[in-house]
Every structure is written in structure tokens, then in C-alpha cells.
């Protein structure tokens, strides 16, 4: 067995043994420094440098992080796509403007795919996964489909999409378009507004995760 060589040093007249102290230094430092080649891998240079490989990915983020998340990303130089809009609320009679996002909870992203660049993704503080993880294949967003998703909102009129006026809860229904085209979903709420929107559960290999809002004109109905 090797013997772990012992780093001492005098502090007050006492000699101190701080091998541990220094090896978890050290073992930081090498964390960082991984953690950074992997954001890395990850950002925009990277995207621009090799757009043919780049492709589109969607975060699964915590709660309420959005803006939080948005901003490391960023931070790091990665693309992230996160569309927001405006929501008239009444509250004690009054009408309130708030800025929310479109998809709460989730997150597009466009990187170089690796591994390194995928750890690089998930190393941010509030990231809980990307979508299709426990797949061992994340989902892939076709450029097309981000291109709607974003002509959709961020016109400053939405177009008028015809929807199935006959949508309910416990309907299934195949995402045809945005982000989410290709997979099947089931229906848990539908509100009924200028630009009708679903609430939906989507179920991934035995795994189920919720879209709390999604143009209802994104849906067909099974």
C-alpha cells in the first residue's frame, strides 16, 4: 500500500497536518476546471463554429427558475431560447399585466451534442434534466419546429390558429407542432380564451412530465 505523502506546516508554534486540506483544493480546482471545459463544449461559439452538427434540446428546469437559469446560461455563452407573454390577470377586481414564460418549467437550448457539452448543460444550478434523460436519448428539436414555435410568439399580433373546439380533459392528442411535435399527450385542462391553450401530460418511456401551457393549435386530437 502507498504511503500518502504527509504536507505539514507550523502555525503558532504547532506543527499541523494539512494533506486533506490541500488534496480537496486541489480536487476543486479540478472540478471547476472540468466543469468549465464542459460549458465549454456547450456554448454559442461552439454552435457557430459547427452549425451543420448543432441541434436544439429542451432544459427541464425548477419552478419559478426560468429567469434565473436563462441568466446563467447566458452567463456561460449558450444559447437559450425562452419566449415569454403577456398575461392580463384580475385581482381584487383590478386587471394586472405579468411577463411569464410560454413554457414554464422548460427551456430551448442549441449545442454541439456530446457529452462533455451535455454535462455542461446539466452542471447549472436549477437544471433538473434535459428532456428525454431517462430515455438514454435526448429528445431532439427539429429547426423547423423551433422556427414556428418562435414565429408564434413572438409576433406582436399571434396569428389566428383554427383549434378542435371539441378538445376536453382526457383527450389524447399527437403534438404536431413547437418543441414538443412527435410526442402523444394527454389532456388535463383546456382553457378557452382568444388563443386557446392546454395544460398536458406527456409520457416518455414510462416517464411522465406536464406542460402547464400549450397552444391548443399545437394539438390533434387522437
Known amino acids: 500500500m502507498m504511503m500518502r505523502h504527509r504536507i505539514t506546516m507550523m502555525h503558532k508554534g504547532v506543527k499541523l497536518d494539512v494533506t486533506r486540506g490541500l488534496e480537496k483544493i486541489a480536487r476543486n480546482r479540478r472540478e471547476m476546471e472540468e466543469e468549465e471545459a464542459n460549458r465549454s463544449a456547450a456554448?454559442?461559439?461552439?454552435?457557430?463554429?459547427?452549425?451543420?452538427?448543432?441541434?436544439?434540446?429542451?432544459?427541464?428546469?425548477?419552478?419559478?427558475?426560468?429567469s434565473s437559469v436563462e441568466n446563467a446560461l447566458r452567463a456561460s455563452r449558450i444559447e437559450a431560447f425562452m419566449p415569454r407573454e403577456l398575461v392580463?390577470?384580475?385581482?381584487?377586481?383590478?386587471?394586472?399585466?405579468?411577463?411569464?414564460?410560454?413554457?414554464?418549467?422548460?427551456?430551448?437550448?442549441?449545442?454541439?451534442?456530446?457529452?462533455?457539452?451535455?454535462?455542461?448543460?446539466?452542471?447549472?444550478e436549477n437544471v433538473v434534466d434535459i428532456v428525454g434523460g431517462n430515455t438514454g436519448s435526448y429528445h431532439?428539436?427539429?429547426d423547423a419546429d423551433v422556427d414556428v414555435f418562435r414565429r408564434f410568439y413572438q409576433q406582436?399580433?399571434?396569428?389566428?390558429?383554427?383549434?378542435?373546439k371539441t378538445m376536453k380533459?382526457?383527450?389524447?392528442?399527437?403534438?404536431?407542432?413547437?418543441?414538443?411535435?412527435?410526442?402523444?399527450?394527454?389532456?388535463?385542462?383546456?382553457?378557452?380564451?382568444?388563443?386557446a391553450k392546454a395544460s398536458v401530460r406527456i409520457d416518455v418511456q414510462?416517464?411522465?412530465?406536464?406542460?402547464?401551457s400549450i397552444p391548443l393549435a399545437f394539438l390533434k386530437k387522437l
Open 206 to 212: 414510462g416517464r411522465a412530465f406536464d406542460l402547464a
Open 156 to 164: 406582436e399580433e399571434t396569428p389566428r390558429i383554427a383549434v378542435d
Open 43 to 66: 456554448c454559442v461559439d461552439r454552435v457557430y463554429a459547427m452549425l451543420w452538427e448543432a441541434r436544439w434540446y429542451c432544459l427541464q428546469i425548477k419552478k419559478d427558475c426560468e
Open 169 to 195: 380533459d382526457g383527450d389524447r392528442a399527437d403534438i404536431v407542432m413547437g418543441p414538443f411535435a412527435g410526442f402523444m399527450c394527454v389532456v388535463t385542462s383546456v382553457k378557452w380564451c382568444r388563443q
Open 140 to 142: 431532439v428539436i427539429r
Open 88 to 124: 392580463v390577470e384580475v385581482r381584487r377586481g383590478r386587471k394586472v399585466e405579468r411577463v411569464i414564460p410560454c413554457f414554464p418549467g422548460y427551456m430551448l437550448v442549441r449545442i454541439v451534442p456530446s457529452a462533455a457539452a451535455f454535462l455542461g448543460l446539466k452542471s447549472h
